[in-house]
Protein backbone atom coordinates (compact mmCIF):
# COMPACT_ATOMS: atom_id res chain seq x y z
CA UNK A 1 0.00 0.00 0.00
CA UNK A 2 1.20 3.28 -0.74
CA UNK A 3 0.40 6.54 1.90
CA UNK A 4 0.99 9.93 -0.25
CA UNK A 5 1.14 13.15 2.20
CA UNK A 6 2.20 16.41 1.35
CA UNK A 7 2.80 18.90 3.64
CA UNK A 8 5.15 22.63 3.07
CA UNK A 9 2.40 24.40 1.61
CA UNK A 10 1.26 28.37 2.75
CA UNK A 11 1.08 31.51 2.27
CA UNK A 12 4.35 33.62 0.70
CA UNK A 13 4.94 36.83 -1.24
CA UNK A 14 5.81 37.10 -4.87
CA UNK A 15 10.09 36.42 -5.16
CA UNK A 16 9.57 34.23 -2.36
CA UNK A 17 9.97 30.26 -1.32
CA UNK A 18 8.04 26.87 -0.09
CA UNK A 19 10.09 23.65 -0.01
CA UNK A 20 6.93 20.49 -0.58
CA UNK A 21 7.75 17.61 1.09
CA UNK A 22 5.87 14.34 -0.22
CA UNK A 23 6.58 11.51 2.28
CA UNK A 24 5.35 7.87 1.24
CA UNK A 25 3.98 6.29 4.59
CA UNK A 26 2.88 3.26 3.13
CA UNK A 27 4.83 0.07 2.90
CA UNK A 28 4.80 -0.57 -1.01
CA UNK A 29 7.52 1.08 -3.67
CA UNK A 30 6.37 -0.60 -6.79
CA UNK A 31 6.26 2.66 -8.64
CA UNK A 32 9.12 4.40 -10.50
CA UNK A 33 8.24 7.60 -10.87
CA UNK A 34 6.89 10.65 -8.47
CA UNK A 35 5.27 13.33 -9.77
CA UNK A 36 4.17 16.99 -8.24
CA UNK A 37 1.17 18.43 -10.21
CA UNK A 38 -0.90 21.48 -9.24
CA UNK A 39 -4.51 22.22 -9.86
CA UNK A 40 -5.66 26.42 -10.49
CA UNK A 41 -9.50 26.44 -9.51
CA UNK A 42 -11.38 26.18 -12.21
CA UNK A 43 -8.45 24.32 -14.21
CA UNK A 44 -7.23 20.68 -14.53
CA UNK A 45 -4.06 19.40 -12.77
CA UNK A 46 -0.94 19.87 -14.22
CA UNK A 47 1.91 18.28 -13.91
CA UNK A 48 5.07 20.63 -12.82
CA UNK A 49 8.41 17.74 -12.19
CA UNK A 50 8.91 14.49 -12.06
CA UNK A 51 11.48 12.34 -10.36
CA UNK A 52 12.08 8.85 -11.34
CA UNK A 53 14.00 6.16 -10.14
CA UNK A 54 16.91 6.67 -11.86
CA UNK A 55 16.97 10.06 -10.67
CA UNK A 56 15.71 12.03 -13.88
CA UNK A 57 14.16 14.82 -13.49
CA UNK A 58 12.06 16.73 -15.88
CA UNK A 59 9.86 20.17 -15.45
CA UNK A 60 7.30 22.22 -17.13
CA UNK A 61 8.16 24.99 -18.90
CA UNK A 62 6.65 27.06 -16.68
CA UNK A 63 8.68 26.33 -13.57
CA UNK A 64 11.96 25.48 -14.94
CA UNK A 65 14.99 27.02 -13.47
CA UNK A 66 12.61 28.12 -10.70
CA UNK A 67 11.29 24.87 -9.36
CA UNK A 68 13.79 21.72 -8.04
CA UNK A 69 12.38 17.83 -7.53
CA UNK A 70 14.82 16.31 -5.33
CA UNK A 71 14.93 13.55 -2.75
CA UNK A 72 14.14 9.55 -3.73
CA UNK A 73 11.59 7.22 -4.10
CA UNK A 74 13.51 4.40 -1.88
CA UNK A 75 14.04 7.34 0.59
CA UNK A 76 10.56 7.82 1.06
CA UNK A 77 10.58 11.09 0.50
CA UNK A 78 9.78 13.65 -2.55
CA UNK A 79 10.66 17.24 -2.39
CA UNK A 80 9.86 20.38 -4.31
CA UNK A 81 11.70 23.40 -3.82
CA UNK A 82 10.22 26.37 -4.90
CA UNK A 83 12.20 29.26 -5.33
CA UNK A 84 11.00 32.97 -7.34
CA UNK A 85 7.49 31.91 -6.67
CA UNK A 86 4.73 34.05 -8.52
CA UNK A 87 1.33 34.71 -8.27
CA UNK A 88 0.57 32.30 -11.52
CA UNK A 89 2.05 30.02 -8.85
CA UNK A 90 -0.93 29.43 -6.46
CA UNK A 91 -2.39 26.58 -6.52
CA UNK A 92 -3.22 22.99 -4.79
CA UNK A 93 -0.17 21.01 -4.80
CA UNK A 94 -0.27 17.26 -5.05
CA UNK A 95 2.19 14.65 -5.60
CA UNK A 96 1.31 11.32 -7.39
CA UNK A 97 2.73 8.21 -8.21
CA UNK A 98 3.16 8.52 -11.90
CA UNK A 99 3.05 11.42 -14.47
CA UNK A 100 -0.09 11.03 -15.76
CA UNK A 101 -3.48 11.61 -14.38
CA UNK A 102 -4.09 8.16 -14.31
CA UNK A 103 -1.59 7.56 -11.59
CA UNK A 104 -2.60 5.04 -9.42
CA UNK A 105 -1.91 6.65 -5.55
CA UNK A 106 -2.17 10.73 -4.82
CA UNK A 107 -2.14 12.71 -1.75
CA UNK A 108 -4.43 14.71 -0.40
CA UNK A 109 -2.91 18.00 -1.50
CA UNK A 110 -1.53 21.36 -0.11
CA UNK A 111 -2.35 25.00 -1.12
CA UNK A 112 0.42 27.03 -2.48
CA UNK A 113 -0.49 30.51 -2.29
CA UNK A 114 1.66 33.49 -4.05
CA UNK A 115 -0.14 37.13 -3.17
CA UNK A 116 1.83 40.74 -1.78
Known amino acids: QVQLVESGGGSVQPGGSLRLSCANSGTTFDFNRVGWWRQRPGEARVLVATLTSAGITEYADSVKGRFTISGGIAKRTVNLQMNSLKPSDTAVYYC??????????WGQGTQVTVAS
Open 96 to 105: ATGCTVSAKY
